[in-house]
Each structure stands twice: as C-alpha cells, then as structure tokens.
T-cell receptor
C-alpha cells in the first residue's frame, strides 16, 4: 500500500524554528495535510496544500512541497511551548475519496 | 459553526460485547470517515460514507461496520469485541465527494476488558 513516513521525535528551544519532515510514496496524492494532536485530544487540522503548489504560508506555519522527491515539510516559526504535540502528515488522492493515509507522527517537544 | 461531535467520549466494554459509536459532522458536510488510532498501528482508515453510501473501506474485519443517515450523521458498530479493539476512534467530516480538508472530532476512547 501507499506509505507516509515521518521521523519520530524533534526537540527545539522556545523561540527557535521547528521543521518537521514527511515523505510519501503515492504519486497520485492530491492534497497533503498537517494535523496536530495534543494529549488526549482529537486531530486538529493545521494546514493543507494542494499537490500543484510548492509552498503555502499561514501565519507561523510554512508548508513546503517537493513533488519530485515526494517530500513535505512543516516549518513552525517562533516555536512556543504550546506547540508541543504530535504532528501528523497525511495524504489523500483523487481515486480514494476522502480516505487519508497518515504518517506515524512526529512528537515535537519545545523546551523553555 | 459547531465542530464534529462524537458520542460517547469514553466507553468500557467487555470482550464479546458489541458497541455503537456516533458521529455528527459539521453542518453542510456530507462525507464522514472513521479512523482507528492505536499506539501500535497508528491511525488507520476504517471507512468513509458519502450521502448514505459507503465509498471506501479500509482493511478491517467484517466485525466493523458503519452507516450514515439522511442528515449525514454516522454510526459505527463493532461486534464481538476483542481486546485489540481498544483504541481511540476518530471521525472526520468533509464537505464533498473529492479530497478536501477534513475536520476531526475529539474521538471516542474505547477500552475493552
């Protein structure tokens, strides 16, 4: 099946930038998403990018998509302790309705 | 606009029992998808409903079933519960038929003893 991979863990200092990376295998991916999950909570949609875009910026968040390398990244500027959470990337494709394939999640720890 | 709601939030069941979970999507959204989240397997797609029809199904046994009503509310049922069914069950709603942004509910935490 299609695969989405993420590194497990990232630790940064408060105020620094965080970059969370994701690779995917499905060349027919239409949308790529970033979700945030805090302990005991559901998934919060942070941002998404259509596959024909290279970049999307939304306040402190910047998404970069390299379609050739099937690589997606999420940059969080001025990372705060409240950004500590698990971040999931996910993809969906035209031939699979709204089915999302998720990566395993990256745990971001922000140290004061 | 109210978000996706799921009931109940927590459930404890015994092996062999069955359980029904409910999801109310965001108003106007016609697609509801269900996911199972476990520490070992991560987030796995169960099924998706659009206009009362199941459009996609993940790789789960037939003990897992679902349905969608005319008001887009959805239920999922798990029969003959096993210990391994203990998980956070998440539902997501989306406006339409193709890939779109999807919004998740808070989940139902099911514990099977």
């Amino acid at each position: 099946g299609e695969d989405v991979e993420q590194s497990l863990f990232l630790s940064v200092r408060e105020g620094d930038s965080s970059v969370i990376n994701c690779t995917y295998t499905d060349s027919s991916s239409t949308y790529l998403y970033w979700y945030k999950q805090e302990p005991g909570a559901g998934l919060q949609l942070l941002t998404y990018i259509f596959s024909n875009m290279d970049m999307k910026q939304d306040q402190r968040l910047t998404v970069l998509l390299n379609k050739k390398d099937k690589h997606l990244s999420l940059r969080i500027a001025d990372t705060q302790t409240g950004d500590s959470a698990i971040y999931f990337c996910a993809e969906s494709s035209d031939n699979a309705g709204n089915m999302l394939t998720f990566g395993g999640g990256t745990r971001l720890m922000v140290k004061p | 606009k109210a978000g996706v709601t799921q009931t109940p939030r927590y459930l404890i069941k015994t092996r062999g029992q069955q359980v029904t979970l409910s999801c109310s999507p965001i108003s106007g959204h016609r697609s509801v998808s269900w996911y199972q989240q476990t520490p070992g397997q991560g987030l796995q797609f169960l099924f998706e409903y659009f206009s009362e029809t199941q459009r996609n199904k993940g790789n789960f046994p037939g003990r897992f079933s679902g349905r969608q009503f005319s008001n887009s509310r959805s239920e999922m049922n798990v029969s003959t519960l096993e210990l391994g069914d203990s998980a956070l069950y998440l539902c997501a709603s989306s406006p339409g038929q193709g890939p779109h942004e999807q919004y998740f509910g808070p989940g139902t935490r099911l514990t099977v003893t």
